[in-house]
């Protein structure tokens, strides 16, 4: 997406104008359900069963191929871990030949050497990779059925393929603000602010499930995965849902059903914004229609419309916790290289309650 393009979004945004034309800067496409791990703080963890599946990899070229060159990076998310599907790497250079960022989050758990590599190779542009915790005590009571020092081994092998491959992958590392990570921020933060490490994200628990429920409550569950991958073999068998969220007025105007990121399912229906939740709305489907005849027909602008009326009845957004910047600042931020953004996010996240009007009860 071009500069033009992102400010005219940008400026439809600030004038609250529901109709486009408008293309999401990047799409969120979930290619399995499945999972190896059994984190606690997770809906897949607390909530109900979904069927374990993969997307094909014909259907996600038939995906790919609907999307509009506009937009910049397509990101393996949702509530599976990518690292599990058998085609992967060839994803990832399907997207990056057809001029799309690919962007990878994952548990790091599967994230091998020859993995790393192939995927830096194919052309992986972006990896955000969660370490909840700099002791193995902590790390592993959030993240059920990983082990610490494989995790970590996997992610300084990834910086090193990254320094002799002369990759351009931007590196974000995670920790979620858990009980027990706050008194090992200091120590997590020394020990990954290094070269090839881009940005250390503290970020807030959003889904709100341990808050909720209470850390102690939530207890762990058989990990969920089933079928082959590229990295290892897994079976088992569990729970997923989302719940509604708790949350609070606020001041600012949430900019994703304007510029994304639009959310593909392991079904292929399409949502706007970055919540996949049975409380979200469905805006259409692919490959049925072009993703941006989906994004600005009548089911997205009635969305845009409704929302800004009344954003608290949706109930998608009636449960979302995650705090907003104002309007301008959205807008603003829009214009900034989408890496140089998460940088800044990282620096100004523990502000945001404030800046949104949303403070702790």
């Known amino acids: 997406m071009s500069l033009f393009s992102r400010a005219r979004t940008s400026l439809r945004f600030l004038l609250r104008q529901g109709s486009g034309p408008f293309a999401p800067e990047e ?123 494989k995790t970590v081994a996997n992610v300084r092998e990834l910086i090193r393929l990254k320094r002799e491959l002369a990759a351009p992958l931007f590196l974000e590392l995670q920790m979620i603000r858990l009980p027990g990570t706050e008194t090992e921020l200091g120590k997590w933060r020394s020990t990954w602010s290094i070269p090839g490490v881009d940005s250390l994200r503290y970020k807030p628990d959003h889904m709100g499930e341990i808050e909720k429920r209470g850390a102690g409550s939530a207890a762990p569950s058989t990990p969920v995965s089933a079928g082959r991958g590229p990295a290892e073999r897994h079976a088992g068998e569990g729970r997923t849902d989302e719940q509604p969220l708790a949350t609070g007025p606020q001041r600012g105007i949430c900019p994703m059903p304007w510029r994304g990121p639009a959310t593909v399912d392991i079904d292929g229906n399409v949502y706007p914004c970055c919540v996949q939740s049975p409380l979200n709305v469905r805006i259409g489907r692919v490959p049925d229609l072009p993703l941006a005849d989906i994004w600005n027909g009548a089911e997205g602008v009635r969305v845009r419309h409704e929302f800004l009326r009344h954003r608290r009845k949706l109930a998608t957004c009636a449960g979302c916790d995650i705090p907003l910047l104002p309007a301008w600042a959205s807008a603003a931020g829009n214009l900034l290289d989408p890496f140089l953004a998460r940088r800044v996010l990282a620096r100004i996240e523990p502000l945001l309650p404030f800046i949104s009007g949303r403070r702790k009860a």
């Open 27 to 149: 799409v969120i496409v979930e290619v399995t359900t499945r999972c190896n791990l059994a984190c606690p703080m997770c809906v897949r963890t607390l909530g109900r069963r979904r069927p374990q599946k993969d997307v094909a990899l014909d259907t996600f070229r038939a995906w790919v191929g609907n999307l509009p060159l506009s937009v910049e990076r397509v990101a393996f998310a949702g509530l599976g871990e990518p690292l599990l599907h058998e085609n992967i790497v060839d994803m990832v250079g399907l997207l990056s030949e057809r001029g799309h960022a690919p962007v990878l989050y994952s548990n790091a758990t599967l994230l091998t050497p020859e993995l790393s590599r192939a995927l830096l190779r194919a052309g992986l542009r972006a990896a955000i990779l969660p370490i909840d915790g700099a002791t193995r005590e902590t790390y592993e009571r959030w993240r059920k059925g990983a082990d610490f020092e």
